[in-house]
């Protein structure tokens, strides 16, 4: 039998155990085994030890997280419980340049949530051209913006450009009305949202009239030098390998780059072949182009959307399976019939 004293120091009790003792029961549902006791600023944990360690570390994790962002929601200490924590202080450490990334609204201050964003960041800051290729929900997108107006702020270039296939996520949205903007807003809206929670409404306004912040499709880089500037391409998987092409060959002498897409939601006719294949064929073992792969884990959107990506990858593995065992049962019942065909035809 362990028991466990920890002192929340630094922190608000409160604020830890949460609404009504909301966090805390969190916490002990996750640890069944582990008799949880809680008077003022110490939580007593008391069970055996594999267990009471077990718990422990997740507490400090969330005690940490607490400190870090100044509040704790309920779904800050699911992410924690759920194993989506935050950086280790030994990580944080190491990383390169400021913890913080960048202020965002309200001062409120934006970080690598998860260990494959802080080498998203540790990349673009190496690298003149990072790919970063994962599933939804990951932060590719987020990161990159946070990083964007970092590079703004910092006078580091003298614009942003977002840019993004207008294509349509298999649906046929059919006439949109409206000028032109009003026909390419929708698929640049998750660009827009990043932007949202990172600068000041009026602040965007008066960036985007002053062109210090470009938000167009792809097709609208053809012909241009992007440079002293910070350029991302969003939604890669959708453009054509002759898009990648043209975008990449758009850069100038001081451009930073980062080109994010999900290889699992292609959106293209069936009969293209997604650009973003070939892309990283041929050039991430070029000096100056970076590849961080975010994974399942690295999920900061609602903790079912991690559960629902490991499922689809399940199943889109045990549908590939079964489609090569089909294939090789046609080959061979094929290869079987050839000779008896030829026979045949020698008999007539």
């Given at each position: 039998?362990?028991?466990?004293?920890?002192?929340?120091?630094?922190?608000?009790?409160?604020?830890?155990?949460?609404?009504?003792?909301?966090?805390?029961?969190?916490?002990?549902?996750?640890?069944?085994?582990?008799?949880?006791?809680?008077?003022?600023?110490?939580?007593?944990?008391?069970?055996?030890?594999?267990?009471?360690?077990?718990?422990?570390?997740?507490?400090?994790?969330?005690?940490?997280?607490?400190?870090s962002n100044k509040?704790?929601?309920?779904?800050?200490?699911?992410?924690?419980?759920?194993?989506?924590?935050?950086?280790?202080?030994?990580?944080?450490?190491?990383?390169?340049?400021?913890?913080?990334?960048?202020?965002?609204?309200?001062?409120?201050?934006?970080?690598?949530?998860?260990?494959?964003?802080?080498?998203?960041?540790?990349?673009?800051?190496?690298?003149?051209?990072?790919?970063?290729?994962?599933?939804?929900?990951?932060?590719?997108?987020?990161?990159?913006?946070?990083?964007?107006?970092?590079?703004?702020?910092?006078?580091?270039?003298?614009?942003?450009?977002?840019?993004?296939?207008?294509?349509?996520?298999?649906?046929?949205?059919?006439?949109?009305?409206?000028?032109?903007?009003?026909?390419?807003?929708?698929?640049?809206?998750?660009?827009?949202?990043?932007?949202?929670?990172?600068?000041?409404?009026?602040?965007?306004?008066?960036?985007?009239?002053?062109?210090?912040?470009?938000?167009?499709?792809?097709?609208?880089?053809?012909?241009?030098?992007?440079?002293?500037?910070?350029?991302?391409?969003?939604?890669?998987?959708n453009a054509t390998?002759?898009?990648?092409?043209?975008?990449?060959?758009?850069?100038?002498?001081?451009?930073?780059?980062?080109?994010?897409?999900?290889?699992?939601?292609?959106?293209?006719?069936?009969?293209?072949?997604?650009?973003?294949?070939?892309?990283?064929?041929?050039?991430?073992?070029?000096?100056?182009?970076?590849?961080?792969?975010?994974?399942?884990?690295?999920?900061?959107?609602?903790?079912?959307?991690?559960?629902?990506?490991?499922?689809?990858?399940?199943?889109?593995?045990?549908?590939q399976s079964y489609?090569?065992?089909?294939?090789?049962?046609?080959?061979?019942?094929?290869?079987?019939?050839?000779?008896?065909?030829?026979?045949?035809?020698?008999?007539?």
């Open positions: 039998m362990s028991e466990i004293v920890l002192t929340l120091r630094e922190i608000d009790p409160s604020e830890f155990v949460g609404q009504q003792n909301v966090h805390l029961k969190l916490i002990q549902d996750a640890f069944p085994d582990v008799k949880f006791t809680s008077r003022g600023n110490n939580i007593k944990l008391k069970g055996d030890k594999k267990y009471t360690q077990a718990a422990k570390t997740k507490i400090e994790l969330i005690i940490r997280m607490l400190r509040s704790l929601t309920k779904a800050d200490v699911i992410k924690a419980l759920n194993g989506n924590v935050p950086l280790s202080d030994e990580e944080e450490s190491q990383s390169a340049g400021n913890k913080t990334i960048v202020h965002g609204r309200n001062g409120k201050a934006i970080k690598a949530r998860t260990v494959n964003q802080k080498k998203l960041v540790d990349s673009s800051e190496k690298n003149d051209v990072v790919f970063a290729i994962g599933p939804a929900g990951t932060g590719k997108t987020y990161t990159a913006v946070a990083l964007a107006v970092r590079a703004l702020k910092n006078r580091l270039v003298k614009k942003i450009i977002l840019t993004r296939p207008a294509v349509e996520a298999g649906e046929n949205l059919g006439f949109l009305p409206g000028d032109l903007k009003d026909k390419i807003d929708p698929y640049l809206r998750p660009l827009y949202d990043a932007l949202d929670d990172l600068l000041p409404a009026d602040k965007i306004e008066y960036f985007i009239q002053n062109r210090v912040i470009e938000i167009a499709p792809l097709a609208f880089m053809r012909g241009r030098t992007l440079d002293n500037a910070f350029v991302i391409l969003d939604e890669a998987q390998s002759v898009q990648i092409k043209m975008f990449l060959t758009r850069l100038g002498p001081t451009a930073k780059c980062i080109i994010t897409g999900d290889l699992s939601q292609i959106d293209l006719p069936r009969h293209q072949k997604s650009g973003l294949y070939t892309a990283l064929d041929i050039l991430t073992d070029i000096d100056g182009i970076g590849l961080v792969r975010l994974k399942s884990e690295d999920v900061v959107r609602h903790r079912i959307v991690k559960a629902i990506i490991d499922k689809y990858n399940a199943f889109d593995a045990d549908s489609r090569n065992d089909r294939d090789r049962a046609r080959n061979k019942t094929s290869y079987r019939n050839k000779p008896v065909q030829e026979s045949r035809k020698e008999e007539e």
